[in-house]
C-alpha cells in the first residue's frame, strides 16, 4: 500500500461522505446531504429520509442549524407551470411502520439566512424536531451544486 493512498483511506475514516444513520427510539434519520451554494446565495436546502420503525405516527414538526439564521420545512410543487416552494407549518408526517423522504423538486429542509456558503465535502449539523421522538441531531454533507442525490449514495458513480 502506497503512502498516497493510506492517506486516502485515513481521510475516509475521519470524514465519511455519506451521513451516518442517526437513530432515536423508533426513527431512523439517513442519508442526509444538502448541496453546495454560490457564493453569494443566502439560502441553502437540506434532504433525508426519515424511516419510523415504531407503531405510532411520528411528525417532523421543525428544524434548527447553527449555520442558517432560521430552518423552515418546505414543500416544492408545479403551479401553472412553474415550481413553487412553500413552507408546511404542520412539518410533515412519519407514519408508523412508513417513511418520509425530502428530495429535491419535493419536501426539503430549508436553511434561511446562511451565515456563510455551503462548501462540498462540509457537514452541516442540523437539529430536528419531532413530535415523539423529540430532537435528533444530524449532518447534512454537502454534495455539488447541481447534484440531485447524496454523493456515494446508491448507485453514485462519483
Ligand atoms: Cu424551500
Same mark, same amino acid.
Given at each position: 500500500?502506497?503512502?498516497?493512498?493510506?492517506?486516502?483511506?485515513?481521510?475516509?475514516?475521519?470524514?465519511?461522505?455519506?451521513?451516518?444513520?442517526?437513530?432515536?427510539?423508533?426513527?431512523?434519520?439517513?442519508?442526509?446531504?444538502?448541496? #453546495? %451554494? =454560490? &457564493? !453569494? @446565495?443566502?439560502?441553502?436546502?437540506?434532504?433525508?429520509?426519515?424511516?419510523?420503525? $415504531?407503531?405510532?405516527?411520528? *411528525?417532523?414538526?421543525? #428544524? %434548527? =442549524? &447553527? !449555520? @442558517?439564521?432560521?430552518?423552515?420545512?418546505?414543500?416544492?410543487?408545479?403551479?401553472? $407551470?412553474?415550481?413553487?416552494? *412553500?413552507?408546511?407549518?404542520?412539518?410533515?408526517?412519519?407514519?408508523?411502520?412508513?417513511?418520509?423522504?425530502?428530495?429535491?423538486?419535493?419536501?426539503?429542509?430549508?436553511?434561511?439566512?446562511?451565515?456563510?456558503?455551503?462548501?462540498?465535502?462540509?457537514?452541516?449539523?442540523?437539529?430536528?424536531?419531532?413530535?415523539?421522538?423529540?430532537?435528533?441531531?444530524?449532518?447534512?454533507?454537502?454534495?455539488?451544486?447541481?447534484?440531485?442525490?447524496?454523493?456515494?449514495?446508491?448507485?453514485?458513480?462519483?
Amino acid at each position: 500500500m502506497t503512502y498516497r493512498i493510506a492517506l486516502a483511506l485515513a481521510a475516509t475514516l475521519v470524514a465519511p461522505a455519506v451521513a451516518q444513520d442517526v437513530r432515536k427510539g423508533p426513527i431512523t434519520v439517513s442519508q442526509s446531504w444538502s448541496r #453546495a %451554494t =454560490s &457564493p !453569494r @446565495a443566502t439560502v441553502g436546502a437540506g434532504f433525508l429520509t426519515i424511516r419510523n420503525d $415504531g407503531t405510532q405516527d411520528d *411528525r417532523l414538526l421543525s #428544524a %434548527t =442549524s &447553527p !449555520r @442558517a439564521a432560521r430552518v423552515e420545512i418546505h414543500t416544492m410543487s408545479m403551479e401553472g $407551470g412553474i415550481m413553487r416552494m *412553500r413552507p408546511l407549518p404542520d412539518g410533515i408526517a412519519v407514519p408508523a411502520g412508513g417513511k418520509a423522504t425530502l428530495s429535491p423538486g419535493g419536501n426539503h429542509i430549508m436553511l434561511i439566512g446562511l451565515k456563510s456558503p455551503l462548501k462540498p465535502g462540509e457537514r452541516v449539523p442540523a437539529t430536528l424536531r419531532f413530535a415523539r421522538a423529540g430532537t435528533v441531531k444530524v449532518a447534512f454533507v454537502v454534495g455539488g451544486a447541481g447534484d440531485a442525490a447524496p454523493s456515494g449514495g446508491h448507485g453514485a458513480q462519483h
